[in-house]
């Protein structure tokens, strides 16, 4: 029962990784930075604010994805 649960956790935990990095900008300035959008006070904070939860969150998944890894694996004794 609770290895079905964390297998399931451990599914969804994945998909949301994938999906959050796929959401992140690159870490190149783009096209932004030819016309200088990305010179104004509200893209610079607004995008600063957005990828720092993004990274910050990503970095959580991944924690919770190697430890549910590692307990997944651990056989019983």
């Known amino acids: ?3 079905t649960i964390l297998t399931v956790l451990f599914i969804i935990i994945c998909i ?3 999906v959050l990095v796929l959401m992140q900008e690159g870490k ?3 096209l932004g930075a ?3 959008a990305a010179e104004t ?3 610079k904070n607004k ?3 957005m990828e720092a939860t993004l990274e910050r969150v990503t ?3 991944a924690v919770a994805f190697m430890l549910l890894a590692v307990l997944l694996n651990i056989d019983r004794f």
């Open 47 to 49: 995008g600063r604010s």
């Open 41 to 43: 006070y509200w893209g």
């Open 59 to 61: 970095k959580i998944l």
């Open 28 to 30: 190149s300035a783009g």
């Open 1 to 3: 029962m609770l290895r």
């Open 34 to 36: 030819i016309s200088g």
């Open 16 to 18: 949301a990784l994938v």
